[in-house]
């Protein structure tokens, strides 16, 4: 019942720019961290940022400094700026969140698990 829904990839050259977006929408009772991953072709899934519900940041080195996440909790929306983009960028990107679907009560536990986007492509080429 709940999705995570991409937008915002293309194609772009290297040194330009783009925003992606990951919407959620569903039964949500609150939003705890959010991630982007990527995956390249022929490699493993790996972290590009993640924030935190507190708005805590992590970044991969290799991104640091030219990629920046952010959210809008009242949107439910999670963003990754990418700027000056390499074509070693290029990859599928996925918007992950771990979701309370309902908090603890004095009847039934929290509910709560992690979720992930179909993914949307990012590729950097002349």
């Known amino acids: 019942q709940v999705q995570l829904v991409e937008s915002g990839g293309g194609l772009v050259q290297p040194g330009g720019s783009l925003r992606l977006s990951c919407a959620a929408s569903g039964t949500i009772f609150s939003i705890n961290a959010m991630g982007w991953y990527r995956q390249a072709p022929g490699k493993q899934r790996d972290l590009v940022a993640s924030?935190?519900?507190?708005?805590?940041?992590n970044y991969a080195d290799n991104v640091k400094g030219r990629f920046a996440i952010s959210r809008d909790n009242a949107k439910k929306t999670g963003y990754l700026q990418m700027n000056s983009l390499k074509p070693e960028d290029t990859a599928v990107y996925y918007c992950?969140?771990?979701?309370?679907?309902?908090?603890?009560?004095?009847?039934?536990?929290?509910?709560?698990?992690?979720?992930w986007g179909q993914g949307t492509q990012v590729t950097v080429s002349s």
């Open positions: 924030i935190t519900s507190g708005g805590s940041i």
């Open positions: 992950n969140a771990e979701i309370t679907v309902s908090p603890r009560t004095p009847w039934s536990p929290e509910r709560r698990d992690t979720y």
